[in-house]
């Protein structure tokens, strides 16, 4: 199992620019989060999902727009990046509660770079 | 949102030694999880606590999920020089909708130059 993978590695955006951050998983999870992590500073939920096709916010979900078509995969949109929107983007899954374990794993991240 | 307190911010460990780290808050949590997150990568969970006053350990790491359900604690026992990294609790709310967490800023383990 690859466990759950995050493309694009690396980017640099000018302000103004919208990109994609697709995340992928092959554990079969049920929920799946996005977090972004600034120097300094611990994991802080943009948007989750408890399932194909739904959608919640999290913490810091202002600028960013998410969608989950299929199981596996869970996107991240930046319509309009903005140079606060430089970080690091994780994207974790788990388990349905009674199904599994709680605990989240998480992707290798992808740094992005706004300016 | 929900705070957890994680501390030492960071430390300097030596080989051999053993070495403690903290996390508190003001909530009651049913679960606490600990992370380690090396350069470049993404966090790894390290070990996993499901009920109040258990122990669990995975090689020579040691949790502890506090009686009052509002702490935890992370032992190292002999240090080694891989052990450096950045650490995280992580909390979750009994009432959390989809499994949500709640994270610690982290302990930043260095070695002692």
């Known amino acids: 199992n690859a466990g759950v993978t995050q493309t694009p590695k690396f980017r640099v955006l000018k302000t103004g620019q919208s990109m994609t951050l697709l995340c992928a998983q092959d554990?079969?999870?049920?929920?799946m989060y996005w977090y972004r992590q600034d120097p300094g500073m611990g994991l802080r939920l943009i948007h989750y999902s408890v399932g194909e096709g739904t959608t919640a916010k999290g913490e810091v979900p202002d600028g960013y727009n998410v969608s989950r078509l299929k199981k596996q995969n869970f996107l991240l949109g930046l319509e309009s990046a903005a140079p606060s929107q430089t970080s690091v983007y994780f994207c974790a899954s788990s388990y349905l509660i009674g199904t599994g374990p709680y605990e989240q794993y998480f992707g290798p991240g992808t740094r992005l770079t706004v300016t | 949102g929900q705070q957890l307190n994680q501390s030492p911010q960071s430390m300097f460990i030596q080989e051999g030694e053993d070495v403690s780290m903290n996390c508190t808050s003001s909530s009651i949590f049913n679960t606490w999880l600990w992370y380690k997150q090396e350069p470049g990568e993404g966090p790894v969970l390290l070990i996993a606590l499901y009920k109040a006053g258990e122990l669990t350990s995975n090689g020579r790491l040691t949790a502890q999920f506090g009686i009052t359900r509002k702490d935890s604690f992370l032992n190292i026992s002999a240090s080694i020089p891989s052990d450096v990294g950045i650490y995280f609790c992580a909390g979750q709310l009994e009432e959390a909708a989809g499994n949500k967490l709640t994270f610690g800023g982290g302990t930043r383990v260095l070695v002692k130059p």
């Open positions: 554990m079969n999870h049920e929920y």
